[in-house]
T-cell receptor
Framework: AQTVTQSQPEMSVQEAETVTLSCTYDTSESDYYLFWYKQPPSRQMILVIRQEAYKQQNATENRFSVNFQKAAKSFSLKISDSQLGDAAMYFCAYRSAGGSEKLVFGKGTKLTVNP | KAGVTQTPRYLIKTRGQQVTLSCSPISGHRSVSWYQQTPGQGLQFLFEYFSETQRNKGNFPGRFSGRQFSNSRSEMNVSTLELGDSALYLC?????????????FGPGTRLTVL
């Protein structure tokens, strides 16, 4: 079974600075997808960024980028120029490349952005 | 396009009762997945439905069940409620057809069992 580990329960960053959230995963599969989801205090889960395991190039979405290290099974999220609106719980998630949409989530990292 | 909607948003039940939660996916989406979120266990996968068929199931007791209708709307049912069933129940929808599909989450139903 696949597992996802987020070793940082809480992180804080100053507004306009950069922060990196860590995620490691365990799988025996070679093809899969990795995601970072954001859950603000209002509770609506929002997709931040997605990475296909077969792609060597790291995904980027505006101020958000990932460092995907397939051999190390590591998938960290970098948030540049942090904004107050980035404050939320961030969840790393894994999905197999098979037919199911099942996501395996990490425990989450609570990000605080200080003004 | 309307997002994923879940009803009701809040529920209070007592132990032993049963409850039904509803999820309406984004128009055109055929896959609906359900997750239970608790402070202790985090986000745990309950089940996934695609075109009215259960495609995958998580490790939950048989008291948890679900179904999907021909219009892709989905319901989950929890019978004989226990205190530990108190949680935020999230549903997510996607087209279910492609590997790079994105799942869109609803706002959740907050269930409190007294």
């Amino acid at each position: 079974a696949q597992t996802v580990t987020q070793s940082q329960p809480e992180m804080s960053v100053q507004e306009a600075e950069t922060v990196t959230l860590s995620c490691t995963y365990d799988t025996s599969e070679s093809d899969y997808y990795l995601f970072w989801y954001k859950q603000p205090p209002s509770r609506q889960m929002i997709l931040v960024i997605r990475q296909e395991a077969y792609k060597q190039q790291n995904a980027t979405e505006n101020r958000f980028s990932v460092n995907f290290q397939k051999a190390a099974k590591s998938f960290s999220l970098k948030i540049s120029d942090s904004q107050l609106g980035d404050a939320a719980m961030y969840f790393c998630a894994y999905r197999s490349a098979g037919g199911s949409e099942k996501l395996v989530f990490g425990k989450g990292t609570k990000l605080t952005v200080n003004p | 396009k309307a997002g994923v909607t879940q009803t009701p948003r809040y529920l209070i039940k007592t132990r032993g009762q049963q409850v039904t939660l509803s999820c309406s996916p984004i128009s055109g989406h055929r896959s609906v997945s359900w997750y239970q979120q608790t402070p202790g266990q985090g986000l745990q996968f309950l089940f996934e439905y695609f075109s009215e068929t259960q495609r995958n199931k998580g490790n939950f007791p048989g008291r948890f069940s679900g179904r999907q209708f021909s219009n892709s709307r989905s319901e989950m049912n929890v019978s004989t409620l226990e205190l530990g069933d108190s949680a935020l129940y999230l549903c997510a929808s996607s087209s279910g057809l492609a590997g790079t599909d994105t799942q869109y989450f609803g706002p959740g139903t907050r269930l409190t069992v007294l």
